[in-house]
């Protein structure tokens, strides 16, 4: 059997914007060579693309243990997991008063993918929401260093110094009663 057919169908049905039925013709290009790294690679970056973070961490862990050595396959793998702490991170924001429950969970996404502008923002903002206003402004600014023109961590940045100022300030007038 031969899974070459199956993957020149399945990128076919992706320059249509189909990507469902590319996730078909991947899926049988799998079942034609279960032991294609490559193509559980490419099927595990079509789920990404549809936000099927769980298949494509399944498929992207099949790749790299078919072939453990590879850096593409191990990248990918790592920003999938990232992905998948950041939008755990954000239940948590979203859901909770406890903040602090992202922190951990962004910062292991920044570990996975240090490239990473969103889990930066992400962390900065938890940052900010838990009055770490210092850790904030740091986040902000590693956010400019991967993307000097990202206009709303410019604007973060500022906001987050000028609460740091005033927190400090607040200690020190609280310290000199």
């Known amino acids: 059997m031969d899974g070459d057919n199956p993957i020149k169908k399945a990128y076919a049905s992706i320059l249509e914007a189909d990507f469902e039925r590319a996730i078909e013709w991947f899926e049988q290009a799998i079942r034609e060579e279960p032991d294609n790294a490559d193509y559980h690679y490419k099927l595990s970056v079509t789920f990404a693309r549809s936000n099927r973070f769980g298949k494509a961490i399944e498929h992207s862990l099949r790749a790299k243990q078919l072939e453990p050595e590879s850096d593409v396959y191990s990248y990918h793998l790592d920003t999938l997991q990232a992905k998948l702490l950041m939008q755990d991170a ?3 924001l979203d ?9 951990p969970l962004l910062t292991r996404a920044i570990e996975l993918d240090p490239l990473s502008v969103e889990a930066h923002m992400m962390l900065s903002a938890a940052y900010a929401a838990l009055q770490e206003y210092g850790k904030a402004v740091q986040m902000a600014n590693e956010t400019l260093r991967l993307d000097p023109e990202h206009p709303d961590a410019k604007r973060l940045a500022e906001e987050y110094r000028q609460q740091l100022k005033t927190y400090l300030q607040t200690q020190q007038t609280i310290r000199e009663i």
């Open 90 to 92: 954000q239940k948590v």
């Open 95 to 103: 859901g909770t008063d406890r903040t602090y429950l992202a922190v």
